[in-house]
């Protein structure tokens, strides 16, 4: 099992988006909000480590399950193992509060 690291975090988020069929994303939540408002994302987590990435149908990487592990692959390689974290609004974890 291939953990994301800093160096293949850095790749995804080069590329910055993922291909995922829908149906992979039943009873999973997609983020709407914050900084990609208009747009739907993902946060992917593996090895300590998590990824927001844009759904995109055009991406060079594709999100495939196999058992309970959902998999990043690029020209149909593995990349990384990882799963996908629910979002309540922006960020797992994170809050964002707007002062004025």
């Known amino acids: 099992m291939t953990d994301l690291n800093a160096k293949l975090k850095a790749e995804l ?3 910055g988006s993922v291909d995922v069929d829908a149906s992979l994303l039943a009873g999973t939540s997609t983020s709407a909000a914050g900084p990609g408002t ?3 994302s993902i946060f992917f987590t593996s090895g300590g480590h998590r990824v927001r990435l844009e759904i995109n149908k055009n991406s060079q990487l ?4 196999e058992n309970n592990d959902f998999i ?3 020209d149909d390689k593995e ?3 990882g799963e996908i ?3 309540l609004a922006h960020c797992p974890e994170q809050a ?3 002062r004025s």
């Open 96 to 98: 964002y509060i707007t």
């Open 38 to 40: 208009g747009q739907k």
């Open 72 to 74: 990043i692959l690029k």
């Open 62 to 65: 594709a999100m495939i399950k």
């Open 85 to 87: 974290e629910p979002v």
């Open 79 to 81: 990349l990384v193992r």
């Open 13 to 15: 988020l080069a590329t």
